[in-house]
């Protein structure tokens, strides 16, 4: 599905697509008229999405694996032409517990997925980007890097690394034709639920004005307009989505 749209001629890349809020951002990109590809480490899934959302193109691959990662990018460059847009989507939540109790393998699990993950993923399209003078950047970031749940301190740290690194990163090609951005949701009903207790789904909903969880389309739509040419005076900035939750 391509040729019409805001996104007719342009090459996407999401990671973490082949479900959530990544799934239905590809969707909608796709939809709009990118050619999409998929990256991800659910290769059964991959399969499922890539059907689902009409891309063009998936990849199989784990993104804390840097040199996979070099790979990917040439491999969708080979197939696709270029890579004009990135949404790093690929992300976990990690165990809920306090600070004192938190499995230091899993500390390092979120950071190797939500933080060094993703930053392989920005550096190796950046040079694609800067040699066309164009691009478009966004980050999936979170609430909780602004503000810190309880019991969700390894997830709060990751995405508040996330924010530093889009606002350094936005800065740092602010005079290209490169945009850096991040969104901040507040919780989003997606399937990572399912890897949190009914205590902190809770507590999550509790903390939204709104009184109720986002979508993954309500997500998609700022995303998608974050990752359009109309995006143009933005940089290095965070924009939150989070039912009246953000207060900064």
């Given at each position: 599905?391509?040729?019409?749209?805001?996104?007719?001629?342009r090459?996407?890349v999401?990671?973490?697509?082949?479900?959530?809020?990544?799934?239905?951002?590809a969707?909608?990109?796709?939809?709009?008229g990118?050619?999409?590809?998929?990256?991800?480490r659910?290769?059964?899934?991959?399969?499922?999405?890539?059907?689902?959302?009409?891309?063009?193109?998936g990849?199989?691959?784990?993104?804390?694996d840097?040199?996979?990662?070099?790979?990917?990018?040439?491999?969708?460059e080979?197939?696709?032409?270029?890579?004009?847009?990135?949404?790093?989507?690929?992300?976990?939540?990690?165990?809920n517990a306090?600070?004192?109790?938190?499995p230091?393998?899993?500390?390092?699990?979120?950071?190797?997925?939500?933080?060094h993950?993703?930053?392989?993923?920005?550096?190796?399209?950046?040079?694609r980007?800067?040699?066309?003078?164009?691009?478009?950047?966004?980050?999936?970031?979170?609430?909780?890097?602004?503000?810190?749940?309880?019991?969700?301190?390894?997830?709060?740290?990751?995405?508040?690394?996330?924010?530093?690194?889009?606002?350094?990163?936005?800065?740092?090609?602010?005079?290209?034709?490169?945009?850096?951005?991040?969104?901040?949701p507040?919780?989003?009903?997606?399937?990572?639920?399912?890897?949190?207790t009914?205590?902190?789904?809770?507590?999550?909903?509790?903390?939204?004005?709104?009184?109720?969880?986002?979508?993954?389309?309500?997500?998609?739509?700022?995303?998608?307009?974050l990752?359009?040419?109309?995006?143009?005076?933005?940089?290095?900035?965070?924009?939150?989505?989070?039912?009246?939750?953000?207060?900064?």
């Amino acid at each position: 599905m391509s040729g019409h749209g805001r996104f007719a001629g342009r090459v996407a890349v999401v990671t973490g697509g082949a479900s959530g809020i990544g799934e239905t951002i590809a969707a909608r990109l796709a939809g709009e008229g990118a050619r999409v590809s998929l990256w991800d480490r659910d290769a059964s899934g991959l399969a499922r999405a890539r059907s689902a959302t009409h891309a063009a193109h998936g990849v199989h691959l784990d993104v804390t694996d840097a040199e996979a990662v070099a790979h990917a990018v040439a491999e969708t460059e080979t197939a696709l032409g270029r890579i004009d847009i990135l949404i790093a989507s690929a992300g976990i939540t990690g165990p809920n517990a306090p600070v004192w109790e938190y499995p230091i393998e899993e500390w390092r699990r979120v950071f190797e997925i939500d933080v060094h993950g993703l930053f392989y993923c920005n550096r190796a399209v950046v040079p694609r980007m800067r040699a066309r003078d164009y691009g478009r950047i966004v980050n999936i970031a979170s609430i909780a890097g602004k503000e810190g749940n309880p019991n969700a301190a390894a997830y709060s740290a990751a995405k508040a690394a996330v924010i530093g690194f889009t606002k350094s990163l936005g800065k740092e090609l602010a005079r290209s034709g490169i945009r850096v951005n991040c969104v901040a949701p507040a919780a989003v009903e997606t399937p990572i639920f399912a890897q949190m207790t009914e205590a902190q789904i809770t507590f999550m909903k509790e903390k939204i004005p709104m009184g109720r969880f986002g979508t993954v389309e309500e997500v998609a739509a700022l995303v998608c307009w974050l990752a359009s040419e109309e995006c143009s005076f933005s940089t290095g900035a965070v924009f939150d989505i989070s039912g009246g939750r953000a207060t900064y």
